[in-house]
């Protein structure tokens, strides 16, 4: 069964650096998400990409963040200047085009922010 | 704000018992409804998922919606200690590209 795989699947940053997580969303899917879980909270949504542009944003993505599509098949988050506060599990995920269809969540990547 | 609300748990149920799971939601133009299961560590793994009111099974899981009463429940029939988690009621928000607001899930333990 195909499935949305991210790397790395933990990464470790000073604070004040820049971190690029990747994601590669299933292939037919056409609607791609990062989400964020900071440790015992729930999951929130961060950023929608659909036709190579984010359709909707969170309060949370500001300025620091953003998100690409640079060929076919990655899609990624880059956090720019990271903040203790953005150490989190950071979850990509892709659906197929119509309203009702669920969303498919890779397995994750642990940011950690030294 | 819109929001998702489920009882934190733990729900604790003995094996081959039914565990019931509960979340209401205070968007009333919500249209789509998912239940994803995660445990702890690793990421949310869709389970269910239903739009229309009535009930919706898939072996031995029922989900259950109505709108009137913005309220949506999981069933989990024959218990088994490998369902222990932490089950996320998700609402696809109305209009917009389908965010999902999540609730912030029930423990659930089922013991032997």
């Given at each position: 069964e195909p499935e949305v795989t991210q790397t790395p699947s933990h990464q470790v940053t000073q604070m004040g650096q820049e971190v690029i997580l990747r994601c590669v969303p299933?292939?037919?899917?056409?609607y791609f998400y990062w989400y964020r879980q900071i440790l015992g909270q729930k999951v929130e949504f961060l950023v929608s990409f659909y036709n190579n542009e984010i359709s909707e944003k969170s309060?949370?993505?500001?300025?620091q963040f953003s998100v690409e599509r640079p060929d076919g098949s990655n899609f990624t988050l880059k956090i720019r200047?990271?903040?203790?506060?953005?150490s989190a599990m950071y979850f990509c995920a892709s659906r197929r085009y119509g309203s009702n269809q669920p969303q498919h969540f890779g397995d994750g990547t642990r940011l950690s922010i030294l | 704000q819109k929001e998702v609300e489920q009882n934190?748990?733990?729900l604790s149920v003995p094996e081959g018992a039914i565990a019931s799971l509960n979340c209401t939601y205070?968007?009333?133009?919500?249209?789509s409804f998912f239940w994803y299961r995660q445990y702890s560590g690793k990421s949310p793994e869709l389970i269910m998922f239903i739009y229309s009111n009535g009930d919706k099974e898939d072996g031995r899981f029922t989900a259950q919606l109505n709108k009137a009463s913005q309220y949506v429940s999981l069933l989990i029939r024959?218990?088994?200690?490998?369902?222990s988690a932490t089950y996320l009621c998700a609402v696809n928000t109305a209009g917009g590209y389908n965010k999902l607001i999540f609730g912030a899930g029930t423990r659930l333990a089922v013991h032997p």
């Open positions: 299933i292939s037919n899917h056409l309060e949370i993505f500001d300025d200047s990271t903040k203790l506060e953005d | 934190s748990g733990p205070s968007d009333r133009g919500s249209q024959d218990s088994q200690p490998s369902d």
